[in-house]
């Protein structure tokens, strides 16, 4: 078992930004349309579709940057808890060891197939 005792501030701000801004187009998106839709009904296209593209940005710069102060609060939390009480365990598998010990394996066994063709020719 390991511990993940220290969250790195710059990798999850990072993430969460990301996150958050994709799930702000997503919402940015659904806000342009419900202004845009009125707006063209209304007669106003150049308007509404000049609100809907603010709105949609705005959204996106919004959540992003929530989402990059969400994800500092969080890191602080939870480094301040976890040095006091402990961090999360977790079981890892060391995937890549095991492909690559049977990459070799093979790479090896094709090699040793060569050289015993080659002795019985």
């Not at 102060?69 to 301040?80: E, G, K, Q, R």
């Not at 365990?89 to 093979?106: F, H, P, R, S, Y």
């Amino acid at each position: 078992m390991k511990e993940i005792k220290k969250i790195d501030y710059k990798s999850i701000v990072i993430l969460f930004t990301v996150i958050y801004g994709f799930l702000g187009i997503v919402a940015g998106l659904f806000f342009a349309i419900t202004i845009i839709v009125p707006g063209i009904i209304a007669g106003e296209v150049g308007r509404a579709i000049l609100f809907g593209l603010v709105a949609m940005i705005a959204a996106t710069g919004v959540y992003a940057a929530m989402g990059a102060i969400s994800a500092l609060c969080l890191a602080f939390i939870y480094n301040v808890v976890a040095k006091k009480l402990g961090g999360v365990k977790i079981e890892l598998t060391d995937v890549a060891i095991v492909e690559a010990k049977v990459i070799a394996t093979e790479e090896v066994n094709e090699t040793l197939k060569e050289d015993l063709e080659e002795e019985t020719k």
